[in-house]
Every structure is written in C-alpha cells, then in structure tokens.
C-alpha cells in the first residue's frame, strides 16, 4: 500500500504560481512512477504530468506543457508540481497518483490518488 497526501493548493490570480507537493507513505520502495491529475466541476477527471521511477523522463499534457513542470525526490518520497503562467482554466482539483511501473498518462494504470487540493485562479 502506498498513502499520498497533497498540499500546497490554494487562491491565486492569473499569471500566477503554485507549486503542488505529494509526500508518499507505506511501500514507497517500489518507487512508483508517479503522476499528476485534475478534475474541474462538471468535467472528467484529466491527466496533466507524470514522472519514472527516478524522474529521467517525463510528460505532459498539451495543455500545461511549457507552464507546468513535474519533479521528484526519492529521498523524500515526495513529487512535486510547479505551476507557471496559471489560467482559470487550470481551476480544478489536483490529484496525485502512483502505481505504474512505467510513466502512463492514463487513469487506469494508477493504483493509488492522493485526496486532492483545490487549486483555484481568479481572472
């Protein structure tokens, strides 16, 4: 079993930053590749970022690439998202996510979510 908890969300003006962090617990010695969703009221919940097991590689959704970037600690069993250049349309609910041996943009191949952070961006 893997436990992760969000933090970092929160209230900021477009043009703005945030930066998301997910600490991992449990059976973190798998070192799951790890990744970033969002779910905005109304809509399905969408992928935005994920990282290897010990972050060579990376990838991004089209609509945070270049604004958005992933990262991880191993040490700390923590991956982080930075969040550039923000836009209302980034309003959502971020979850975390871990579980796929390989980096994986698609839901079903995470095992375990984190229980979200709202993170909202007023025009």
């Known amino acids: 079993q893997v436990q992760l908890v969000e933090s970092g969300g929160g209230l900021v003006q477009a043009g703005g930053s945030l930066r998301l962090s997910c600490a991992a617990s449990g059976r973190t010695f798998s070192r799951p590749a790890m990744g970033w969703f969002r779910q905005a009221p109304g809509k399905e919940r969408e992928f935005i970022a994920t990282i290897s097991r010990i972050g060579g590689t990376t990838f991004y959704a089209d609509s945070v690439k270049g604004r958005f970037t992933i990262s991880r600690d191993n040490a700390k069993n923590t991956v982080y998202l930075q969040m550039n250049s923000l836009k209302p349309e980034d309003t959502a609910v971020y979850y975390c996510?871990?579980?796929?041996?390989?980096?994986?943009?698609?839901?079903?191949?995470?095992?375990?979510w984190g229980q979200g952070t709202q993170v909202t961006v007023s025009s």
């Open positions: 996510a871990a579980g796929p041996r390989y980096t994986s943009t698609t839901y079903g191949d995470y095992e375990y």
